[in-house]
């Protein structure tokens, strides 16, 4: 068995145990109607840090100091937020830090607040922006010639182009595994989930915003999903926020605009959807009146306006509302992970 076939394996494997734990000792939001205890939620507060607040709690807890991130070069802060995810396990944090073709991938251990680089640069994270496998084992980035050589007027840093390249696995624990996944179609936010005998697959969407890829993890599309009348800005490098950990539905962004971050500013990665989308009828999903969704879920998802964050099921049922701490009630990204989901 060469090392491609054994990272496979190995990655079908530890999805296969992931679900099946979840499945055995998830306490489900679902019918509790109350707040207190439904999960765990992260978010950046305004001093740098990324804070942890279990729902019901009196308040958030600083986890990960990424004050750091402000010593590097380029729109520090865009990337930043475009960039920055939670493995599944929420025991790993990923971003890349920079704005520049000095920039690095990191990681940050939510036990320890210990940081260490992954990868250095060029990384993209404009439109393959780092995504982990449903089992938190690893994360895969996009290594592409993203830096030209050109330069604006009076500026040092060259110009992003655009450019395609292979992709990479990288792991907290193992650091960089082989190659696997080769996508055959350009598109943008690759998102993982776990398929119904176990093995990791994902959903990704094409350059125009019309239609889904699903893939397995040697990037083979194994179907299609239209998406008529998605809009975003130009380039459209926009559109899907995340899957459940299903693949069934989908959290996408219509209509983004040049302002369309949580507190102003463009960044190049949608930080909330606005609607959630029935991969299996193409029909909206949820609720009407709490339609932007910021992360999908077994039994729901999680609907955000500004300080509240309320839990919807996909029926349209409101599960519970809570007003989140003043640490991160204006955090521009929100996670969130029900009660046994670790």
Known sequence: MNRRTKALAAAAALA???????????????????????????????????????????????????????DAEGDVGTVLRASLSIDPR??????????????????????????????????????????????????????????????????????????????EWYSPDAGQLPTTVELPEDGCRVRWYTAEDGSA??????????????????????????????TGTEPLTIGLVDTDPAGRYACVVDGYGPYGAFKGGFTIRAESGTRVIDLASGEA???EESASCTSLHDDGYVSRDGATAAFIGYDGSAKWSATLPGAIKESPVLFFYPDGEE
Do not use: K, M
């Open 16 to 70: 296969s145990l992931a679900l099946l734990a979840t499945a055995c000792d998830a306490d489900s939001v679902t019918g509790r109607g109350v707040a207190a205890d439904a999960g765990v939620f992260y978010g950046l507060g305004d001093d740098h840090r990324l804070y942890r607040w279990d729902v019901g709690s009196d308040a958030a807890e600083p986890v990960l100091d990424l004050g750091g991130a402000w």
């Open 90 to 167: 929420q025991r790993t944090a990923a971003w890349i830090e920079g704005g520049t073709p000095d920039a690095v991938l990191r990681f940050g251990d939510l036990d320890t607040g210990e940081i260490t680089t992954a990868a250095a640069y060029p990384l993209d994270h404009a439109c393959i922006d780092p995504a982990w496998l449903p089992d938190g084992s690893a994360l895969l980035v996009h290594r592409a010639a993203v830096w030209g050589a050109a330069t604006a007027e009076g500026d040092a840093t060259p110009l992003p182009v655009a450019a395609w390249g292979d992709t």
């Open 201 to 230: 697959q994902a959903i990704y969407h094409d350059l125009q915003l019309t239609e889904f890829y699903r893939i397995d993890t040697d990037g083979a599309v194994l179907d299609t999903v239209n998406i008529p009348g998605l």
């Open 285 to 287: 999903a949820g609720s």
